[in-house]
């Protein structure tokens, strides 16, 4: 396993004490690390349910015999940012999304990686990523939003 690199041996012996320190249980450490990368946060609409999508996906990760480990993707709302300089911010973080991803990914040496955005900037940044990074990748789309209701 990737994971293995910060895990075992004498040499290791601080990065798994950063690990314990994270609650982390040596059973949950022999397992291969799997990271959850969401999209979810609490200024873009589209992206509010992704959450339980992730909790979910954690306790498929887990029933699997994996270890869980979840890190954020940033998200701009396009309908927010648009008609003031924030909207100059919106299709970089395709770049950002991917560049950040595969940082984390190479720092912390995950052994498989789930996906979890919902948006045309989170989907191909997230994508991106994967291709770069070659190693198992679930895609795990938050699909599409519940219509409003107007009145009852």
């Known amino acids: 396993m990737r994971s ?7 040499e290791r012996m601080p990065n798994r004490s950063l690990l314990y320190a994270l609650g982390y249980t040596d059973e949950e450490l022999a397992r291969p690390l ?3 990368v969401s999209s979810y946060n609490e200024i873009v609409p589209g992206h509010m349910g992704l959450d ?8 498929g ?3 699997a015999g994996g270890t869980p480990v979840m890190f954020p993707a940033i998200a701009v709302c396009d309908g927010i940012a648009m008609g003031h ?3 100059k ?3 970089v973080t395709r770049d950002l999304i991917a560049d950040s991803t595969e940082a984390m990914v190479m720092a912390h040496q995950f052994d498989g990686l ?3 955005p919902n948006c045309d900037k989170n989907v191909p940044g997230l994508l991106m990523a994967a291709a770069r990074l070659n190693i198992p990748t679930i895609f795990c789309s938050g699909g599409p939003m519940l219509a409003g209701r107007l009145k009852d």
């Not at 293995?4 to 004498?10: H, L, N």
Request: aromatic share 4%; no cysteine; glycine share 10%.
């Open 114 to 116: 789930v996906m979890i």
């Open 61 to 63: 990760i887990r029933a």
């Open 34 to 36: 799997i990271g959850v």
């Open 52 to 59: 339980k999508i992730a909790e979910a996906v954690k306790a």
């Open 85 to 87: 300089v924030g909207m």
């Open 89 to 91: 911010y919106s299709l």
């Open 4 to 10: 293995e690199q910060i895990k075992t041996g004498v």
